[in-house]
């Protein structure tokens, strides 16, 4: 069964410097993929980062960039030069492959709550 | 990037009514869009699948006479629920992938049941 753990409830990170929120996963497939989303206050789910399974480099976006080791399992996302406005909700999803290879639904680990600190 | 839509944002009811979503892609086709269920402080929990032109498939646990879901068109998915009740209280989002690598969220529902 596919699965996703994000084992910190919460963190704290003093603004403008970096933080990692840690994320691993389970599956049997060989091709899969992971995301990353912020979920502030107002309950919207904002996309952030996409790591496919074949991808050779880590991805990034602006001042977030995803740590993927594949052999780990492991696909931690890294918020460089942390703001105010980053203080929200983050979860980790692996999008589910159907019977037949078609893509699904995305499953969430239970998220972790980035408190920025001024 | 893509855009999907959800109405109402907030819905307050009394028990035993039924209650209406609304979720829409705004600038593109899905034929296949996820229903959500999040309570307070948990994560994102799969309801339904839902797909154009055909029944939706539910999860384990998730009453498919309660809640209730209709993909008429590629762009508009609509989830029902029926006679609702105080613990069906939750936030309700819906999703649609626009390719592999992307999937979007709408603004989500926030239902309370009184």
């Known amino acids: 069964a596919q699965k996703i753990t994000q084992t910190q409830p919460g963190m704290f990170v003093q603004e403008k410097e970096a933080v990692t929120l840690d994320c691993t996963y389970d599956?049997?497939?060989?091709?899969?993929?992971l995301f990353w989303y912020k979920q502030p206050s107002s309950g919207e789910m904002i996309f952030l980062i996409y790591?496919?399974?074949?991808?050779?480099q880590n991805a990034t976006e602006g001042r977030y960039s995803l740590n993927f080791q594949k052999a780990r399992k492991s696909a931690n996302l890294v918020i460089s030069a942390s703001q105010l406005g980053d203080s929200a909700m983050y979860f980790c999803?692996?999008?589910?492959?159907?019977?037949?290879?078609?893509?699904?639904?995305?499953?969430f680990g239970k998220g972790t709550k980035l408190s920025v600190k001024p | 990037g893509a855009v999907v839509s959800q109405h109402p944002s907030r819905v307050i009811c009394k028990s035993g009514t039924s209650v209406k979503i609304e979720c829409r892609s705004l600038?593109?086709?899905?034929?296949?869009m996820f229903w959500y269920r999040q309570f307070p402080k948990q994560s994102l929990m799969l309801m339904a699948t839902?797909?154009?032109?055909?029944?939706?498939?539910?999860e384990q646990g998730v009453e498919k006479d309660k809640f209730l879901i209709n993909h008429a068109s590629l762009t508009l998915s609509t989830l029902t629920v029926t006679s609702a009740h105080p613990e069906d209280s939750s936030f309700y989002i819906c999703?649609?992938?626009?390719?592999?690598?992307?999937?979007?969220f709408g603004p989500g529902t926030r239902l309370t049941v009184l």
């Open positions: 599956t049997s497939d060989q091709s899969y993929g």
């Open positions: 790591q496919g399974s074949y991808d050779e």
């Open positions: 999803a692996m999008r589910v492959t159907l019977y037949g290879g078609s893509q699904g639904n995305l499953i």
């Open positions: 600038d593109f086709q899905a034929t296949t």
């Open positions: 839902s797909n154009e032109g055909s029944k939706a498939t539910y």
């Open positions: 999703s649609a992938s626009v390719s592999y690598n992307e999937q979007f």
